[in-house]
């Protein structure tokens, strides 16, 4: 499964951004899928993830309640729809497909990456 992140740039505090994951794979709907950001001298953090059918998603506390994740399988493509940005969720962005987890050993593929940056 090849994965092709996009949809990150700067934007305001306040402001929006919807980041896209798009996969190769006929067999996309197979795989649950997760967000990861890496901010600059920090560790891989888990965003958001998502469970193969879409039925269930989980976020980590610091984006809950401003972060969507969600997935189109007739388009293989996963998306995070990010509202009322802060500072601190600039960083580089991942998704990733795999089992259902937390924790980047979960996930067996891996996108590129996109940028956020978010000015005060």
């Known amino acids: 499964v090849q994965l092709q992140a996009s949809g990150g740039g700067l934007v305001q505090a306040g402001g929006s951004l919807r980041l896209s994951c798009a996969a190769s794979a006929r067999t996309f709907k197979n795989y649950s899928m997760g967000w990861f950001r890496r901010a600059p001298g920090k560790e891989c953090e888990f965003v958001a993830a998502?469970?193969?059918?879409?039925?269930?998603?989980y976020y980590a506390d610091s984006v809950k309640g401003r972060f969507t994740i969600s997935k189109d399988n007739a388009k293989n493509t996963v998306y995070l729809q990010m509202n009322s940005l802060k500072p601190e969720d600039t960083a580089v962005y991942y998704c990733?497909?795999?089992?259902?987890?937390?924790?980047?050993?979960?996930?067996?593929?891996w996108g590129q990456g996109t940028e956020v940056t978010v000015s005060s």
């Open positions: 998502i469970s193969w059918s879409g039925g269930s998603t």
């Open positions: 990733a497909a795999g089992s259902l987890g937390s924790l980047p050993y979960d996930y067996n593929y």
